[in-house]
Nanobody
Framework: QVQLVESGGGLVQAGGSLRLSCAAS????????MGWFRQAPGKERELVGV????????YYADSVKGRFTISRDNAKNTVYLQMNSLKPEDTAVYYC????????????WGQGTQVTVSS
C-alpha cells in the first residue's frame, strides 16, 4: 500500500521558516516525480514545486522561487520542502504527491499539513 505522509506544518510568523517532510512508502519511486502542492481556503490547488527521485531536476512556481527549496533523501524515501521568508499568503494546506515521470497526473497524494503564516 502506497503512503505519502506529510509532517512539519505549523504556525509561524512572517519572515520565518518551516521545513515540511513527505515520507513515501509502499513502492519504488525511482521513476516518479514528487510534487508539492498547496491549497488556501477558497482558492484552487497550486503547484509549488517538483523534484525527480532519480535526478536533481527541480521546478518552482514563480510565487515561491528563491524562497522555497525542494530536496530529497533517497535513503529515507523522504522529500522535503524548505520554506524560508514565509509570507501570510503562503498560508495553506500543503500536500505532497507522486506521479510517473512523463505523465501529467499524480497517482498518489498525502493527507496534507497545515501551514499558517501570521503577519
Amino acid at each position: 500500500q502506497v503512503q505519502l505522509v506529510e509532517s512539519g506544518g505549523g504556525l509561524v510568523q512572517a519572515g520565518g521558516s518551516l521545513r515540511l517532510s513527505c515520507a513515501a512508502s509502499g513502492r519504488t519511486f525511482s521513476s516518479y516525480r514528487m510534487g508539492w502542492f498547496r491549497q488556501a481556503p477558497g482558492k484552487e490547488r497550486e503547484l509549488v514545486g517538483v523534484i525527480l527521485w532519480s535526478a536533481s531536476s527541480t521546478y518552482y512556481a514563480d510565487s515561491v522561487k528563491g524562497r522555497f527549496t525542494i530536496s530529497r533523501d533517497n535513503a529515507k524515501n523522504t522529500v522535503y520542502l524548505q520554506m524560508n521568508s514565509l509570507k501570510p499568503e503562503d498560508t495553506a494546506v500543503y500536500y505532497c504527491a507522486a506521479g510517473p515521470i512523463g505523465d501529467r497526473q499524480y497517482d498518489y497524494w498525502g493527507q496534507g499539513t497545515q501551514v499558517t503564516v501570521s503577519s
